[in-house]
Each structure stands twice: as structure tokens, then as C-alpha cells.
């Protein structure tokens, strides 16, 4: 059986930041809690050369950046290859600049006053696709995805009868829970189903949905109310 060590070790993480020393902290703190640092950028134009060179599981990126801000970076290497996971790791706690880092494609959003063992929980989570956020912003964002969910009128154009993919009962139930906000170990517990199938289900949906990332699969799930059910 594998340890966590061992798991970690084939989690590629990439460092994104500005500032030399906390970026070469940042790094030093992953490698040697067994992450693979394959690569660091000090600007917005590098990270995403490098990005594609380096070809990271989980992006470690600041929004503050030259040459490129963050959230062009996150928008241009997710629409690049969906399944990279970006983890925010930012001083601002500006609401403004969470939703737009999320809606940028970032899978979660964590402050930069957060402890080591904080960030380092949260590169693991995120490398499995779980949103991972500040405590505080989780609820400021499924807030913002109801606010849209509600904007749009549902019957305008009625395109989504025709092609509405069939979901399975279990599928439909994972999805449910994802749009409650429940991690997928919490998922697990919940119905009583290993880690790994809950990931399956969650990929499985994706590729029905022809969606790209957890965000967008909650933004879906919500749209039809199924955070409510």
C-alpha cells in the first residue's frame, strides 16, 4: 500500500509568483513534503511557456502578476488542457477577485495567510479536483452561482431539452452532493462508496455534460436545482 509520501510523488505541482523568496518558499515547503516542484515563474508570460513545457497537475498561482495578469494565465493553460487544476494563492480576499479567478477556471482559492499544512491539504485536494477555499469564500461563491443560475430565463430558446444527456441514478445522486458544496471524500462517506468511484462518477458526468472542471459541473447542478433537492 502506497503512503501519502508516495501519493504526493506523483503530484506535479507548478509555483506561479512574483515575489522571488515566498515563490522559492512556496516551492521548498512542497518539495520537501514530497510534492514534484517541476517548475517556477516569476511572471505571467513564463508561467504559461513554462506551463506548457512542464505540463503540471496542479498550477500553485498568484493573481498579482507582470507581463500577464493571474487570471489571464489560469483562462489561457485551462482552456489549454481542462484537466489541469489551479489552486489561487493570493493576498486579496476581494470578492471580486475570488469570482473572477473561479470563473477563469481556478478550481480553488486560498489566501496567502495560510498555514503550510493548509496550503500543503490544499494542493492535495485540489489535485483530486476538490474546490478548496479560504474558509469564508466557498459560501461567497456558491452564492455568486445562484445569483447567475437565476439571472438567465430557463425556457429561452429551449435548447437544453434536446440535448440533455442521461445521467445514471447514481451519477445524478454524486451530483447532487457536489452541488451541496461536499468534498469527495465527504461524498464517499455519505454513500458509503470508495474515494476513487465518487472521482470516476464526477468524470463520468463531466464527459456526458461536456464539461470541463468541478466548477462548471456545480454551476450546472445548481442551474437545474439540484443543490435544493
Same mark, same amino acid.
Given at each position: 500500500?502506497?503512503?501519502?509520501?508516495?501519493?504526493?510523488?506523483?503530484?506535479?505541482?507548478?509555483?506561479?509568483?512574483?515575489?522571488?523568496?515566498?515563490?522559492?518558499?512556496?516551492?521548498?515547503?512542497?518539495?520537501?513534503?514530497? @510534492?514534484?516542484?517541476?517548475?517556477?515563474?516569476?511572471?505571467?508570460?513564463?508561467?504559461? %511557456?513554462?506551463?506548457?513545457?512542464?505540463?503540471?497537475?496542479?498550477?500553485? &498561482?498568484?493573481?498579482?502578476?507582470?507581463?500577464?495578469?493571474?487570471?489571464?494565465?489560469? +483562462?489561457?493553460?485551462?482552456?489549454?488542457?481542462? +484537466?489541469?487544476?489551479? =489552486?489561487?494563492?493570493?493576498?486579496?480576499?476581494?470578492?471580486?477577485?475570488? $469570482?473572477?479567478?473561479?470563473?477563469?477556471?481556478?478550481?480553488?482559492?486560498?489566501?496567502?495567510?495560510?498555514?503550510?499544512?493548509e496550503l500543503l491539504d490544499a494542493v492535495r485536494r485540489t489535485?483530486?479536483?476538490?474546490?478548496? @477555499?479560504?474558509?469564508? =469564500?466557498?459560501?461567497?461563491?456558491?452564492?455568486?452561482? %445562484?445569483? $447567475?443560475?437565476?439571472?438567465?430565463?430557463?425556457?429561452?430558446?429551449?435548447?437544453?431539452?434536446? +440535448?440533455?444527456?442521461?445521467?445514471?441514478?447514481?451519477?445524478?445522486?454524486?451530483? %447532487? &452532493? !457536489?452541488?451541496?458544496? $461536499?468534498?469527495? +471524500?465527504?461524498?464517499?462517506?455519505?454513500?458509503?462508496?470508495?474515494?476513487?468511484?465518487?472521482?470516476?462518477?464526477?468524470?463520468?458526468? &463531466?464527459?456526458? *455534460?461536456? $464539461?470541463?472542471?468541478? !466548477?462548471? *459541473?456545480?454551476?450546472?447542478?445548481?442551474? %437545474?436545482? *439540484?443543490?435544493?433537492?
Amino acid at each position: 500500500m502506497s503512503t501519502a509520501s508516495e501519493q504526493q510523488q506523483q503530484i506535479r505541482v507548478m509555483v506561479v509568483d512574483d515575489h522571488p523568496m515566498w515563490r522559492d518558499a512556496v516551492a521548498r515547503d512542497l518539495a520537501e513534503n514530497g @510534492f514534484d516542484v517541476v517548475a517556477t515563474a516569476g511572471d505571467g508570460e513564463q508561467a504559461v %511557456r513554462r506551463a506548457h513545457a512542464a505540463a503540471p497537475d496542479v498550477l500553485v &498561482l498568484d493573481l498579482n502578476l507582470p507581463a500577464k495578469p493571474g487570471v489571464q494565465v489560469c +483562462k489561457e493553460l485551462v482552456g489549454a488542457d481542462p +484537466k489541469l487544476r489551479v =489552486l489561487v494563492l493570493s493576498a486579496s480576499g476581494e470578492h471580486a477577485d475570488v $469570482l473572477e479567478a473561479v470563473k477563469s477556471g481556478a478550481t480553488g482559492y486560498l489566501l496567502k495567510s495560510a498555514s503550510t499544512e493548509e496550503l500543503l491539504d490544499a494542493v492535495r485536494r485540489t489535485a483530486v479536483g476538490d474546490p478548496v @477555499f479560504t474558509p469564508g =469564500l466557498a459560501g461567497l461563491v456558491l452564492g455568486e452561482y %445562484r445569483r $447567475l443560475a437565476s439571472e438567465p430565463a430557463p425556457a429561452e430558446g429551449g435548447r437544453d431539452e434536446p +440535448k440533455a444527456p442521461q445521467l445514471t441514478e447514481r451519477e445524478t445522486e454524486v451530483l %447532487r &452532493l !457536489v452541488a451541496k458544496g $461536499l468534498s469527495y +471524500k465527504q461524498i464517499a462517506e455519505r454513500l458509503v462508496i470508495s474515494h476513487r468511484t465518487v472521482q470516476n462518477h464526477v468524470q463520468n458526468t &463531466l464527459g456526458k *455534460l461536456q $464539461l470541463h472542471n468541478r !466548477v462548471e *459541473l456545480v454551476r450546472y447542478a445548481i442551474e %437545474r436545482g *439540484l443543490d435544493d433537492a
